[in-house]
């Protein structure tokens, strides 16, 4: 099921504005929403609280992602700070980087960052500053192997022609089928132009962050969900190692290419950035919580890789 969002066009104004808009107050069958302008707009709960800009800034987005821009990086010019924020204000009024106090808050933004540096790295052996120095250094996949063509799904998203649907994006897309879902989603014709995703970044950043927020199935939990508080285990989900928090949107977002594994370096890899990140945007590592919270080692996934039901799978 589709979250209801609304189209990016809306959001087409300045970010200096955000910190000029001010505060609407209203109770709705007895309780409190605000609107906070362009950023957190249509009277919502989590509009009553920080929007995203009030506690990370284009200065900590630039030191977080700091070589993206160098001549040896894949998508010079292609990600920025406004680019994030103004994706961001269509999921801020649902909760996304709004919800709870401040430190949820920054946790949540700082995982959900985390996830894009990890997987648009190229750090890997390149240069200096390690991977936790060259996230957003990708916006496609460089060298796909194949054309992630289901025909499985040719009643429902098939394949446009000349379309090729490897890793694109934020959080990568791969598949007909995610990019048809995700582009009916949130009202952009992916399935005919999955290049859409390589071309324009807030539309990129959007594609993430509706990933974010998206249970894969109903009753399982968002990555939102797992680092909001809004997730509860079931007496089966704590019987298979699996709690929420970091370790909880691993599980979610990579299944068994990641969790269940041990202590394994792509699920390490991920971790360092987040913990890099938290240092960055001054939380502090020690918030991401014990072992069993922070890893997806133990966890059984949510949902084995039988099925491709991961749009970043």
Same mark, same amino acid.
């Given at each position: $099921?589709?979250?209801?969002?609304?189209?990016?066009?809306?959001?087409?104004?300045?970010?200096?504005?955000?910190?000029?808009?001010?505060?609407?107050?209203?109770?709705?069958?007895?309780?409190?929403?605000?609107?906070? !302008?362009?950023?957190?707009?249509?009277?919502?709960?989590?509009?009553?609280?920080?929007?995203?800009?009030?506690?990370?800034?284009?200065?900590?987005?630039?030191?977080?992602?700091?070589?993206?821009?160098?001549?040896?990086?894949?998508?010079?010019?292609?990600?920025?700070?406004?680019?994030?924020? +103004?994706?961001?204000?269509?999921?801020?009024?649902?909760?996304?980087? +709004?919800?709870?106090?401040?430190?949820?808050?920054?946790?949540?933004?700082?995982?959900?960052?985390?996830?894009?540096?990890?997987? +648009?790295?190229? !750090?890997?052996?390149?240069?200096? !500053?390690?991977?936790?120095?060259?996230?957003?250094?990708?916006?496609?996949?460089?060298?796909?192997?194949? *054309?992630?063509?289901?025909?499985?799904?040719?009643?429902?998203?098939?394949?446009?022609?000349?379309?090729?649907?490897?890793?694109?994006?934020?959080?990568?897309?791969?598949?007909?089928?995610?990019?048809?879902?995700?582009?009916?989603?949130?009202?952009?014709?992916?399935?005919?132009?999955?290049?859409?995703?390589?071309?324009?970044?807030?539309?990129?950043?959007?594609?993430?962050?509706?990933?974010?927020?998206?249970? @894969?199935?109903?009753?399982?939990?968002?990555?939102?969900?797992?680092?909001?508080?809004?997730?509860?285990?079931?007496?089966? *989900?704590?019987?298979?190692?699996?709690?929420?928090?970091? !370790?909880?949107? $691993?599980?979610?977002?990579?299944?068994?290419?990641?969790?269940?594994?041990?202590?394994?370096? *792509? $699920?390490?890899?991920?971790?360092?950035?987040?913990?890099?990140?938290?240092?960055?945007?001054? @939380?502090?590592?020690?918030?991401?919580?014990?072992?069993?919270?922070?890893?997806?080692?133990?966890?059984?996934?949510?949902?084995?890789?039988? +099925?491709?039901?991961?749009?970043?799978?």
């Amino acid at each position: $099921m589709c979250l209801l969002v609304l189209s990016i066009l809306f959001v087409i104004v300045s970010i200096a504005d955000a910190d000029t808009s001010p505060v609407l107050v209203k109770k709705v069958k007895g309780k409190k929403v605000c609107d906070q !302008g362009w950023e957190c707009k249509g009277w919502s709960q989590y509009c009553c609280n920080l929007t995203i800009s009030q506690y990370f800034d284009y200065y900590q987005f630039e030191n977080l992602f700091s070589k993206r821009n160098t001549p040896i990086a894949h998508a010079v010019g292609f990600w920025d700070f406004k680019s994030f924020i +103004t994706a961001s204000a269509i999921y801020q009024p649902l909760g996304f980087g +709004t919800t709870g106090n401040k430190t949820t808050q920054m946790l949540e933004v700082a995982a959900f960052l985390a996830h894009v540096g990890s997987q +648009t790295s190229c !750090g890997y052996g390149v240069a200096t !500053g390690g991977p936790t120095a060259w996230g957003l250094c990708y916006n496609k996949e460089m060298s796909p192997m194949q *054309d992630y063509c289901d025909d499985n799904y040719k009643y429902t998203y098939p394949c446009a022609p000349g379309a090729l649907y490897f890793g694109r994006g934020a959080l990568p897309v791969f598949w007909n089928y995610n990019y048809g879902y995700i582009g009916d989603c949130i009202k952009a014709d992916l399935l005919h132009h999955p290049e859409y995703l390589e071309q324009n970044a807030t539309l990129a950043f959007q594609a993430a962050i509706f990933q974010w927020i998206t249970p @894969l199935k109903k009753g399982q939990p968002s990555p939102h969900d797992c680092m909001v508080g809004t997730y509860k285990p079931t007496k089966n *989900d704590t019987a298979s190692g699996r709690f929420p928090g970091f !370790g909880c949107t $691993m599980n979610i977002l990579y299944g068994e290419r990641t969790c269940n594994k041990g202590d394994v370096d *792509d $699920m390490n890899a991920i971790i360092t950035h987040y913990l890099y990140y938290l240092d960055l945007m001054g @939380l502090g590592r020690e918030y991401a919580g014990p072992h069993e919270v922070l890893t997806c080692a133990e966890q059984k996934p949510f949902n084995p890789s039988t +099925t491709k039901d991961s749009a970043s799978t």
